[in-house]
C-alpha cells in the first residue's frame, strides 16, 4: 500500500511562512541601504554641482584639475569662515587636512585642539567639486547628543541674608564622566567627536555603548522606511578624536543652533 504524503502541521507552515517574509524583508532593506549612498551623493550633485544648464558650462578636464580643486578647498573654507565671523557668537572650524579644531568668535581663534583620530565617510571623497561647494557654506546644528549636560545643572538654595551667603564650592561632577557628543547638522551631515583617553576603567566601552545607540537609532530609522519601500536616508558622519578636556571644552562652548565650518 501506498502511504499518502503527510501535509506539515499548521504551526510549522507559520514558522516558515513568517521566516520566508523576514528573509525577503531583509533582502529589501539590504538593497536599498546599499542605494542609500548613492542617492544621498546624487542630491549633493544636485545641489552643489556645476549647472549644465548655464551658456557657458565649465570644462570638465578643469573640474579634475588637482591645482584647481586645492584653490577652491582654500576658498571654500575661507569663504565658510568669513559668513561666520559675521555673526557675534562663538563657531567652530574643524580643519581635516592639518587635524585641528579651533573655536573662534569674529574671526579670532580662542581656543585649539589636536585631532588625535579622524575618520571620514568615503562619500565626502568622491564628487570633490560638489563636495567643495558644499564646504564653502558653513553648517547649522539642528540638533546633539551627547554624555554630559550642555549646562551643568547646580541646585542652590537663596539665603536669608548676607550673614549665611556661601560662595559656590560645588565641584563639577562631570569630571569624573567619558565626554563625547555627535552633531547632526541640517544637511544630514553627521560630526561625531569622542574623547580619546582611556582615564579610567569603562570609558572605552562607555564610547562603544554610545556610538553604538546611535547606530541603532539610525538603523530603526532606516527599518522604517524599509516598510514603506523608501530609501533609508544616508548620514554622511566625520568622526574625530581629542583630548577630553577639549571636547568637554568645545560641547559647552558652541551655542544652540550653532554654526561649524569644515576644511577637508
Known amino acids: 500500500m501506498k502511504q499518502e504524503l503527510q501535509s506539515p502541521p499548521a504551526g510549522k507552515k507559520l514558522h516558515i511562512f513568517i521566516l520566508t517574509v523576514a528573509v525577503i524583508f531583509m533582502i529589501i532593506h539590504l538593497v536599498l541601504s546599499m542605494s542609500a549612498p ?107 547628543v551627547s554624555t554630559i549636560r550642555k549646562e551643568p545643572l547646580m541646585i542652590k538654595m537663596a539665603p536669608r541674608d548676607t550673614s549665611e551667603y556661601q560662595p559656590d564650592m560645588i565641584p563639577d561632577t562631570t569630571d569624573f564622566e567619558p565626554v563625547n557628543f ?50 533609508p536616508e544616508y548620514y554622511p558622519a566625520i568622526r574625530i578624536r581629542l583630548a577630553r578636556g577639549d571636547v568637554k571644552r568645545i560641547y559647552r562652548a558652541l551655542p544652540y543652533r550653532g554654526q561649524i565650518g569644515i576644511y577637508r
Open 38 to 144: 548613492e542617492k544621498k551623493l546624487n542630491e549633493l550633485r544636485t545641489a552643489y554641482g556645476p549647472d549644465k544648464n548655464i551658456k557657458n558650462p565649465p570644462d570638465e578636464r578643469i573640474l579634475a584639475d588637482p591645482t584647481y580643486l586645492a584653490l577652491m578647498k582654500e576658498k571654500a573654507y575661507y569663504q565658510s569662515r568669513v559668513t561666520m565671523a559675521a555673526s557675534d557668537s562663538i563657531y567652530m572650524t574643524v580643519n581635516l587636512a592639518d587635524s585641528t579644531v579651533n573655536l573662534e568668535i569674529g574671526g579670532v581663534v580662542v581656543h585649539t585642539a589636536r585631532i588625535l583620530r579622524k575618520r571620514i565617510s568615503s562619500i565626502l571623497q568622491r564628487d570633490e567639486y560638489a563636495i567643495l561647494n558644499m564646504l564653502s557654506s558653513p553648517f547649522t546644528i539642528a540638533s546633539d
Open 182 to 231: 555627535i552633531l547632526l547638522m541640517e544637511n544630514g551631515l553627521k560630526l561625531h567627536v569622542y574623547q580619546d583617553e582611556k582615564l579610567k576603567k569603562g570609558d572605552n566601552f562607555h564610547r562603544f555603548l554610545f556610538d553604538l545607540r546611535d547606530r541603532l537609532e539610525t538603523t530603526a530609522a532606516s527599518l522604517s522606511r524599509t516598510i514603506t519601500f523608501r530609501v
